[in-house]
C-alpha cells in the first residue's frame, strides 16, 4: 500500500524558513493536504489541495507538490508555529485516506 | 457554525467491542454536502485514518482495521458511530470524529473535528 515519509524532527531558529517534506511514490500525482496540531488540540488544516490555504491561515504558510516530494514551508517562522505537522494523501489504489507519521516542529 | 462532539465510555475491555457516538450540531448530516469521517491518535503518535461515511451509508475503511471495523450514520439523530470490535491494548488512543466537505469525493480535508475522546483498553 502506499507510503507517507515524513521526517521526525525539524529545528528552526525563530524568523527563519522551515521546509517540512512528505515524500510518497510518485506523490505529485496526487493532492495533498496539511495539518498542523498542537499539545492537547485536534488537527487544524493549514494547505489543502498541495497549495491553498484555509482563509485563517497566515501567508507565511504555503505548499508545493511535484515528483516524488510535497513540501509545507513556514517563513519567518514563529514561537507559535511550534506543533506537529502531518500531510494526507487519498490512495485511490484501494480508495483509503493516509496520513504520514508527522514532524515535530521545533523553534529554536 | 457547525461542531461535533464525540461521545462514549472511556474504558473498553480487551476483547470487547469500542463503540462510540459523534453528534453533528449546527447543521444537518443529511445535506449531502459532507463526509464523516473518524480518526485516532494512539498517546504520543500519529494520526491513524480509521474510516468515512457519506450520509447515504457508503463507506470507506482503513485495510488494516476493515475486519474489525462498522461506522454508520443515524440522519434522524444527526448522528454517526464507530464500532470496532475485539480491542486490544493497541486499540488505546484519543478517538476523534471530523467532517469533510464533499466537493468531489471522500478525499478532501477534515476541515472540523470534534474535541476528541480517550479511550483506554483495558481489563
Known amino acids: 500500500s502506499y507510503v507517507l515519509t515524513q521526517p521526525p524532527s525539524v529545528s528552526v531558529a525563530p524568523g527563519e524558513t522551515a521546509r517540512l517534506t512528505c515524500g510518497g511514490n510518485?506523490?505529485?500525482?496526487?493532492?495533498v493536504h496539511w495539518y498542523q496540531q498542537k499539545p492537547g488540540q485536534a488537527p487544524v488544516v493549514v494547505i489543502y489541495?498541495?497549495?491553498d490555504r484555509p482563509s485563517g491561515i497566515p501567508e507565511r504558510f504555503s505548499g508545493s507538490n511535484s515528483g516524488n516530494t510535497a513540501t509545507l514551508t513556514i517563513t519567518r517562522v514563529e514561537a507559535g508555529d511550534e506543533a506537529d505537522y502531518y500531510c494526507?494523501?487519498?490512495?485511490?489504489?484501494?480508495?483509503?485516506?493516509?496520513f504520514g507519521a508527522g514532524t515535530k516542529l521545533t523553534v529554536l | 457554525q457547525m461542531q461535533l462532539q464525540e461521545s462514549g465510555p472511556g474504558l473498553v475491555k480487551p476483547s470487547e467491542t469500542l463503540s462510540l457516538t459523534c453528534t453533528v450540531s449546527?447543521?444537518?448530516?443529511?445535506?449531502?454536502?459532507?463526509?464523516w469521517g473518524w480518526i485516532r491518535q494512539p498517546p504520543g503518535k500519529g494520526l491513524e485514518w480509521i474510516g468515512t461515511?457519506?450520509?447515504?451509508?457508503?463507506?470507506y475503511y482503513n485495510p488494516s482495521l476493515k475486519s474489525r471495523v462498522t461506522v454508520s450514520v443515524d440522519t434522524s439523530k444527526n448522528q454517526f458511530s464507530l464500532e470496532l470490535t475485539s480491542v486490544t491494548a493497541a486499540d488505546t488512543a484519543v478517538y476523534y470524529c471530523?467532517?469533510?466537505?464533499?466537493?468531489?469525493?471522500?478525499?478532501?480535508?477534515?476541515?472540523?473535528w470534534g474535541q476528541g475522546t480517550m479511550v483506554t483498553v483495558s481489563a
Open positions: 471530523a467532517r469533510m466537505e464533499a466537493v468531489a469525493g471522500p478525499y478532501d480535508t477534515f476541515d472540523i
Open positions: 449546527g447543521g444537518s448530516i443529511n445535506s449531502g454536502n459532507y463526509y
Open positions: 461515511i457519506y450520509y447515504s451509508g457508503h463507506t
Open positions: 510518485n506523490i505529485g500525482s496526487k493532492s
Open positions: 494526507q494523501v487519498w490512495d485511490r489504489s484501494d480508495d483509503h485516506l493516509i
Open positions: 489541495y498541495d497549495s
